[in-house]
């Protein structure tokens, strides 16, 4: 049942969201194509269609220093809701490898709880992008050995994500918190905290700087042993798909963290990789539009004989044609007047004698 319904649910959204288009983002004039591409992809309210996989192992878990593996699928789709809002929908679906952490060996592997984001964002700026609304936890969990994972419970709470993109840099923070409503009576109440702040400092050729950790704080627990700090950074980049009209991002972090529950993990290492649709429509500079404007007025002008005409469309068509071309039609003017004199004059020397 659980498989069924993520299956459903992301070809609905899959369905929905080709065929409702979001408003689409411009490019600022002095930044590549490649930059631009890296920037809507660390933005996660850009409002372009995104899948990103990412891969989260932890290290040296409980007394046996086991491994637990989470792989997060997370697509994002925006939705137009008019010509000034969109709507993001941003979920996670987690496939977890956990260790079962009081034996050197034996893994459980499953579905966790799916998570969904849903912003409501206005038309993509230039700077500064915002959006806020609710997110929603599914109970999808297939195995309870999954531990926090498979909560059992149907859980609800406000989202909100800030994020601002002023020349190289991107920076912002998502956060949310979730309360259970409903589920299984013999499972834990559900009152987290989930904060991430994002810092990315782009580089040429598409690289970038990035530090994204995850600050995770479970209000059940007592004594700060709910609360888990990484601390940590990493490099990525984004490179452009032009056959297929994508780009693809790819990207690694290392965190240490500074605090964490009892047996805990302390290091974590982040490996993502993310497909995703850019929006490049940037308008054309102003010396492309004058390049343009001067090529239609030109071909008007040469048409009328324009390096011969007066005035400023004769001077646009004089610069049209370089200063080879205009030599030529100088000398051609110049030798069509002298043939003109000399027929003047000998027609005068005609007239006079006869």
């Known amino acids: 049942m659980s498989v069924g319904w993520v299956l459903g649910g992301a070809l609905a959204s899959l ?6 288009s979001a408003a689409e983002p411009t490019c600022p004039e002095n930044e590549s194509a490649t930059q631009c591409a890296a920037k809507q992809e660390e933005n996660p309210i850009a409002g372009i269609v995104k899948v990103l996989l990412e891969n989260n192992t932890s290290y040296l878990i409980g007394p046996n220093e086991r491994t637990l593996n989470v792989l997060n699928l997370q697509p994002i789709i925006p939705l137009a809701l008019g010509k000034k809002l969109t709507l993001v929908a941003l979920s996670r679906i987690p496939l977890v490898w956990n260790p ?18 849903l912003f409501v964002t206005a038309s993509a700026r230039r700077v500064v992008h915002w959006g806020i609304g609710p997110v929603l936890q599914f109970p999808t969990g297939t195995h309870r050995n999954l531990g926090a994972f498979d909560s059992g419970k149907f859980s609800l709470g406000p989202t909100g994500a800030l994020f601002v993109t002023p020349g190289p840099f991107v920076a912002g923070v998502m956060v949310f918190n979730i309360w259970s409503v409903a589920g299984r009576e013999t499972s834990r109440t559900v009152n987290t905290l989930r904060l991430q702040p994002f810092f990315n400092y782009n580089l040429p050729a598409g690289w970038y700087l990035v530090t994204s950790p995850e600050i995770l704080a479970n209000w059940t627990v ?12 990493g490099f990525g980049r984004v490179g452009l798909l032009k056959k297929v009209g994508g780009a693809l991002g790819l990207e690694v972090q290392a965190f240490w963290n500074a605090v964490r529950p009892d047996f805990g993990p302390p290091w974590t290492l982040r490996v993502q990789a993310a497909f995703f649709l850019p929006k490049l429509g940037a ?20 048409e009328l004989k324009g390096p011969e005409r007066r005035g400023s469309a004769g001077r646009r068509a004089r610069a049209a044609l370089g200063r080879p071309a205009m030599r030529r039609a100088t000398r051609r003017r110049w030798g069509r007047g002298r043939r003109a004199a000399r027929v003047g004059v000998r027609a005068r020397a005609r007239s006079r004698g006869g």
Not at 102 to 117: E, L, Q, R, Y
Not at 222 to 233: E, F, K, S
């Open 100 to 117: 079962n952490g009081a034996m050197p060996t034996g893994t459980t592997f499953g579905m966790g709880d799916i998570t969904t984001n």
């Open 15 to 20: 369905v929905v969201g080709s065929t409702v």
């Open 283 to 302: 308008k054309p500079s102003r010396s492309k539009r004058t390049r343009r404007r001067g090529s239609r007025s030109t071909s008007r002008t040469t």
């Open 222 to 233: 007592a004594d700060n042993d709910g609360w888990l700090v990484p601390v940590g950074a």
